[in-house]
């Protein structure tokens, strides 16, 4: 373990090595604080690559923190579509709201303030403060974090409180004064493109000489990882109801996983429960209808971040029944050609390529 100068020595090369290989990324040709933030709310548990065209698209759509508040949260949601994490969205669009009601349509630039705002977290408050406005304020995320147990030879598990504490202060007390900007792009991008989690690129790291990790040759050994426990798996079913050539579908209560977004009603399949008895009790619970299922569409395989599902897609027709909106907040009958319109889950959008335009000759 060392400290004082050495310390001194980490961010001067960080620093140096950030300068000559920064990547060029649209959120580092701007200072808009604003710009910043969304790509900030982006990235985290997105990579790189899946944000670059959802960022530009957000931000020719919703250019300003105004026009982001005065958005409808279903336009908000449509242009999420595909990026996963939908509270991140939702957030969004409310500390939009807040930043125009109690900040005058201005960024905050305290760390203090930016984590009153909802969806901002230790990490995004730091990110903003040090990338938007040059603040001294740390940040710890996966790659700092990897850096970090790395250069230190942190042999604890980094999910414990004891040791995110130890973190945070040393990303602090590692930052040189006037510099965050730089500096932790620098810690991060280090992290996202040399200090890799699997065979880290110790011979072009510009912190080879000092890395605690990389002189006892435990680089991949840390930071020590969890166990992984394979995701728990659910059946799923969902029914693409006809009625005059019209589709079906509904909205999910705004708050929880995948709040806000459209679907095709349905839902989990209990235990011992056939296919199709499940899918006519969801439908009955959601909307208050009852179908006649004329056969069996596709059947998808997606995965969230803590479990999986088997998403079986059945073509069905309306029996009987106003839809009422029990589990839902909206119900709509579509064209199957409006579809797009509305956004979707990933998972209920691999469904799109089966469903038939007109449903099958037994349609409603
Ligand atoms: S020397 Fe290797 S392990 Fe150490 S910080 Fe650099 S890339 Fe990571």
Redesign the pocket.
């Known amino acids: 373990m060392y400290a004082g100068p050495q310390y001194k020595k980490v961010s001067a090369l960080l620093l140096r090595w950030f300068d000559k290989n920064a990547r060029d990324l649209p959120w580092r040709r701007t200072t808009d604080p604003y710009a910043i933030w969304v790509a900030e709310i982006m990235l985290q548990q997105t990579q790189v690559d899946t944000v670059k065209p959802y960022y530009d698209r957000f931000l020719d759509r919703f250019p300003t923190v105004r026009r982001l508040a005065r958005a409808r949260p279903d336009s908000v949601l449509k242009m999420w579509e595909g990026l996963g994490y939908y509270c991140r969205a939702r957030n969004l669009h409310r500390a939009a709201a807040s930043i125009v009601r109690d900040f005058d349509g201005h960024i905050p630039h305290a760390r203090d303030e930016l984590l009153t705002l909802p969806g901002v977290g230790l990490y995004t408050a730091g990110a903003i403060a040090s990338i938007a406005f040059n603040r001294d304020e740390p940040v710890v995320d996966g790659n700092v974090t ?2 970090l147990c ?2 230190f030879r942190i042999r604890q598990d980094p999910r414990s409180s004891r040791i995110r504490k130890r973190l945070w202060h040393l990303a602090g007390e590692l930052l040189p004064a006037g510099k965050a900007r730089p500096f932790n792009q620098a810690m991060m991008e ?1 992290g996202a493109t ?2 890799l989690p699997r065979r ?3 011979q072009v ?1 510009p ?2 000489r000092l ?1 605690s ?2 002189e006892h040759g435990e ?1 991949e050994k840390l930071p020590r990882r969890a166990s992984k426990k394979p995701l728990p798996r659910h059946k799923v079913v969902v029914a693409v109801i006809y009625r005059k050539g019209r589709i079906l579908i509904d909205k999910r209560k705004p708050d929880g996983l995948l709040g806000g977004l459209w679907e095709f009603p349905g839902g989990k399949v209990r235990s011992g429960e056939s296919l199709e008895a499940a899918l006519r009790r969801e439908v009955r619970e959601e909307l208050g209808v009852e179908v006649r299922i004329v056969r069996p569409l596709v059947t998808v395989q997606h995965s969230y971040s803590h479990f999986a599902i088997a998403l079986h897609a059945f073509e069905c027709t309306h029996a009987s029944g106003r839809p009422r909106c029990r589990g839902c907040v909206d119900f709509k009958w579509v064209l199957p050609q409006q579809l797009k319109n509305y956004a979707f889950p990933a998972a209920n959008k691999k469904i799109f390529a089966a469903i038939p335009r007109q449903g099958s000759k037994r349609r409603s």
């Open positions: 990897r850096v790395r250069l280090l040399v200090c880290p690129l110790c790291c912190l080879r890395c990790a990389n680089q």
